[in-house]
T-cell receptor, first 113, second 112 residues
């Protein structure tokens, strides 16, 4: 069964500090990997989407990396802000389509002043 | 640009009652999906519609039915609600089967 494991499950960081979230997956064959941000009580919103051949992609203060050989991805948040408090979900798309997306459980990030 | 709109946002049902969750997208997407999100679990696919006129079961279809009313609208029906269906339901849409999915704001359903 395709699986996506995220770590840490939750973390608390001080405003202005950086943090890195990890995602390991076993999905194969692989089409793309996505990171979503989900604010409390809201739907997931896409941050980045990377194909097999991409190693890094940025969206403002968010930078995602992908190592397809080791099946690992990370999401780095730079100079965190209070609005970064959310769950960050790693989603892996297999080759055969969105109906088989594998969702991680999310990294719960709390930014404190 | 509204994106994906779900109604209602909140709902409380008694066991055995029925209801329909509505979803509409204004992005001219072909594919639409219904997910449920439970504490401590990743989103799980209930049903999806690859294109207008087609629907298929996902990972957890039992107790649900869907209708792809037209290209814009995809509804999810609970015929006889059970407490195990207490969850947050998300509708999503995408241009095609492997492109980025856009999510609605969710419907929080409680079955008592």
């Amino acid at each position: 069964k395709n699986q996506v494991e995220q770590s840490p499950q939750s973390l608390i960081i001080l405003e202005g500090k950086n943090c890195t979230l990890q995602c390991n997956y076993t999905v194969s064959p692989f089409s793309n990997l996505r990171w979503y941000k989900q604010d409390t009580g809201r739907g997931p919103v896409s941050l980045t989407i990377m194909t097999f051949s991409e190693n890094t992609k940025s969206n403002g203060r968010y930078t995602a990396t992908l190592d397809a050989d080791t099946k690992q991805s990370s999401l780095h948040i730079t100079a965190s802000q209070l609005s970064d408090s959310a769950s960050y979900i790693c989603v892996v798309s297999p080759y055969y389509g969105n109906n088989r997306l594998a969702f991680g459980k999310g990294n719960q990030v709390v930014v404190i002043p | 640009n509204a994106g994906v709109t779900q109604t209602p946002k909140f709902q409380v049902l008694k066991t055995g009652q029925s209801m329909t969750l509505q979803c509409a997208q204004d992005m001219n997407h072909n594919s639409m999906y219904w997910y449920r999100q439970d504490p401590g679990m990743g989103l799980r696919l209930i049903y999806y519609s690859a294109s207008e006129g087609t629907t298929d079961k996902g990972e957890v279809p039992n107790g649900y039915n869907v209708s792809r009313l037209n290209k814009r609208e995809f509804s999810l029906r609970l015929e006889s609600a059970a407490p195990s269906q207490t969850s947050v339901y998300f509708c999503a849409s995408s241009t095609g089967p492997v492109t980025e999915a856009f999510f609605g704001q969710g419907t929080r359903l409680t079955v008592v």
